[in-house]
């Protein structure tokens, strides 16, 4: 048992820094924009598609923020379809890191993460969908360390990727908008983008009061969260 903890730990520790290297030496991080996407996606129907779900979902899991590949999908496809396809692909990435941290991270992760994994179990207790989508609604904390803390703790995968595509649609619907505002009307989408962001942001905080009674919104999250913790790969993504 030893033996095969001590593997994953290498396993995890050897990735992490191979994917790092990979992602600051080859640019990778500048690569997925307009350019690419006129490219390598748009006009390109289904495969144009698929590619996006498959370098969105991988961006998104090793820390770039969610948003890019929203605002992206808005300026590669139609509103709606830039919407699904950028929450799916977010999703995608929620799954791949979760998956990481369950399979290789349960002793090493556990060293970095564990108090911050069990504020979010207890915080996820008595109502694990809804507070996961409450997470994923208010712009706090970040997307990638929530994954992995997410992937140490006792929730199950269906409440948290469900809660999680729920939770990401508001935010990639308001950058989709403003993604495809490029082309058409940009101040009309930008407003109703702003509107949106504020109806979201209200859904959350009614979503906490039905749930949280009486406590203190600002310390909950922040106790939840740990936004004082910083993610080197993923310096301003939120969850």
């Known amino acids: 048992m030893k033996a095969r903890v001590i593997l994953k730990g290498l396993a995890l520790m050897l990735s992490l820094a191979l994917l790092g290297y990979l992602f600051k030496t080859s640019d990778l991080g500048n690569s997925v924009n307009e350019a690419w996407i006129d490219a390598r996606v748009r006009g390109h129907g289904l495969n144009g598609a ?12 090793i820390g770039l923020p969610r948003q890019i590949i929203a605002f992206l999908g808005g300026y590669a496809f139609s509103v709606g379809l830039g919407t699904l396809l950028g929450a799916l692909a977010a999703l995608l990435g929620c799954m791949l890191s979760f998956a990481y941290a369950r399979f290789f991270g349960k002793g090493l992760l556990h060293e970095r ?8 179990d207890r915080f996820i207790h008595d109502h694990p969908f809804s507070m996961t989508v409450l997470i994923r609604l208010l712009p706090v904390g970040s997307n990638l360390l929530t994954n992995l803390a997410a992937g140490i703790s006792s929730i199950r995968s269906v409440h948290f990727f469900s809660g999680t595509l729920l939770g990401y649609l508001p935010q990639t619907l308001v950058f989709a908008l403003v993604g495809s505002g490029v082309h058409i009307a940009p101040t009309l989408t930008l407003a109703l983008a702003i509107g949106l962001f504020l109806i979201s942001g209200a859904l959350g905080v009614w979503l906490y009061r039905h749930f949280r009674h009486g406590q203190s919104l600002d310390a909950q999250i922040d106790a939840a969260l740990d936004e004082a913790t910083p993610s080197p790969l993923e310096p301003d993504a939120k969850s």
Do not use: K, Q, Y
């Not at 698929?50 to 961006?59: A, K, T, Y």
């Open 50 to 61: 698929l590619l996006f779900l498959l370098m969105g979902g991988l961006f998104t899991a």
């Open 113 to 120: 993460l564990g108090e911050r994994a069990g504020r979010f």
